[in-house]
């Protein structure tokens, strides 16, 4: 393993002093906020530059398809020449950094996937958007497939456990309740909804190693993990469940680390409205949970929104490291947004925040970082600093040899498909077909000649039965794909 280098503070650029974020609090999490266009992209680039150049592996998503000139060195031009001599930094080197891309469609990246056991049963029903009452049945397709061994990997394994429970909805009624064909029915057609949006891409093996978020190259830098999300954000609620699935695995796989020097990944969650918009309560709380607990983890989540108030008040209070950049006040909700905003900001009677959140340029924003004690320090007025990687996408040519000189390349890319719920159940429906052919062919001598006629019609009925559920089952090949579960309840 190679060793980090020193963790000195981060620089995000220059106001009065240096706007700096200290390693040690890194993890007590932050907000880069503002409106479109106004340099929260750059902003972000910094943050993750520095994060890697301190060792510390990034994860963040792509949504505008532009973060990934940060595996090439930048290139002078005027505007990055006048901010540095505004900045006064004469050390600015150009360099690219170490990237890792992974898409879930596996088209500008590594495949990205997980099972669906994996997911569980509650980010599932938010991913298909179920009512109380297929979210119970769910549940108990869940607790079924567990009590009898059957693996849920993918779509097909989950549609194939749905049929299962509904053929048996008699039996499994009088111990669980009622198993309602009607949502049984409502939940395959969510299925094929998901399946239509490309989400069948994200339920799969080899499922996604946390430990591969969280590498370091040769040099010491952390390797700045980019989802390609510009084709995912189509899907805005695939989209958030899906990354906060990867938050909860964070949560739920890596140990307490007490207090370290720096935090051991980032995890930027851009768009973060979509996270908590139309959020169950139940949810929210739980996401309200794992992020107040994962800083013990050492993971530091940086959320990446238009306003702070897209984020609940319960989560806001936990975001120590702020960075806001420019809102406009055309209306009178817009100018109530930029008062709450300026709120959340600690002052000193020097700057009127309010006025300066709405004046504010490009590439420029209020910050306020957590001093060494842990406080917050009084906001000011900043010039970010420019990226030392290069601003903008690079050609699909360049991402494309990146990715197949990736060491993970060869793991990710060949899908595995072993045998997991569908298959079994194939095997079950098959034996079931073979045992009513061998009884119909039986002679007749061995037979009762009493009730000939309806033991013939069981068996003729055993038999469709049967066929019936293979062909439906072998009717349903689909894609493989990804998300996973806030509780636990892992199943591979």
């Not at 240096?18 to 929260?40: D, F, M, Q």
């Not at 108030?309 to 209306?331: C, E, K, Y």
Request: a neutral charge.
């Amino acid at each position: 393993m190679s060793t980090s280098p020193p963790a000195v503070p981060l620089l995000l650029g220059k106001g009065q002093s240096e706007a700096v974020l200290y390693p040690k609090l890194a993890n007590r999490h932050g907000l880069i906020s503002g409106a479109t266009g106004t340099g929260k992209t750059i902003s972000l680039q910094v943050l993750a530059e520095g994060f890697s150049a301190l060792g510390v592996p990034v994860f963040l998503a792509d949504v505008k398809g532009d973060l990934s000139g940060m595996s090439q060195p930048g290139a002078p031009n005027p505007k990055i020449e006048q901010r540095l001599t505004q900045l006064g930094i004469s050390d600015h080197n150009y360099t690219g950094f170490p990237v890792t891309f992974w898409d879930i469609f596996g088209e500008q990246g590594l495949p990205l996937r997980t099972t669906i056991s994996e997911m569980g049963p509650l980010l599932l029903a938010r991913l298909l958007d179920l009512n109380e009452v297929q979210s119970g049945l769910l549940n108990l397709v869940f607790k079924v497939a567990d009590e009898q061994g059957l693996l849920l990997l993918d779509l097909k394994d989950l549609r194939a456990m749905l049929r299962h429970v509904s053929d048996n909805a008699k039996t499994l009624s009088a111990e669980y309740g009622n198993v309602s064909s009607t949502s049984v029915a409502a939940i395959q057609r969510q299925l094929l909804v998901l399946d239509e949006q490309g989400g069948g891409h994200f339920f799969g093996e080899p499922a996604l190693r946390i430990d591969d978020l969280m590498r370091r190259d040769a040099a010491g830098r952390g390797i700045i993990n980019i989802l390609a999300a510009d084709k995912l954000i189509r899907s805005p609620i695939v989209y958030s469940t899906f990354l906060l699935w990867l938050l909860a695995e964070l949560f739920e796989q890596l140990p307490e680390v007490g207090d370290p020097d720096r935090p051991k990944l980032v995890f930027v969650f851009d768009e973060a409205h979509l996270l908590f918009k139309d959020t169950p309560k139940a949810l929210q709380d739980k996401i309200e949970q794992v992020v107040r607990l994962i800083r013990s983890k050492g993971v530091g989540v940086y959320f990446v929104t238009q306003t702070p108030m897209d984020v609940p008040d319960s989560v806001l209070g936990q975001l120590g490291n702020r960075v806001q950049h420019a809102l406009r006040a055309f209306t009178p909700r817009d100018q109530k947004v930029v008062r709450a905003a300026a709120e959340t900001f600690r002052g000193d009677g020097t700057l009127d925040v309010a006025a300066a959140i709405t004046e504010l340029g490009v590439g420029e924003a209020l910050v306020s970082c957590l001093d060494p004690k842990g406080s917050p320090q009084v906001v000011q007025r900043t010039l970010i600093c420019p990226p030392r990687s290069l601003i903008g996408p690079i050609p699909a040519m360049t991402r494309d040899r990146i990715i197949s000189a990736e060491p993970l390349y060869a793991y990710y890319k060949a899908e595995i498909d072993r045998e997991s719920a569908y298959e079994l159940l194939n095997k079950k429906a098959a034996a079931a077909v073979e045992a009513a052919q061998q009884q119909a062919e039986a002679p007749e001598s061995v037979a009762p000649k009493k009730g000939g006629r309806e033991r013939q019609g069981v068996v003729e009925a055993m038999t469709k039965s049967a066929m019936r559920a293979i062909g439906s089952q072998l009717g349903r090949q689909i894609i493989r794909g990804i998300l996973g579960a806030i509780t636990g309840g892992r199943g591979r």
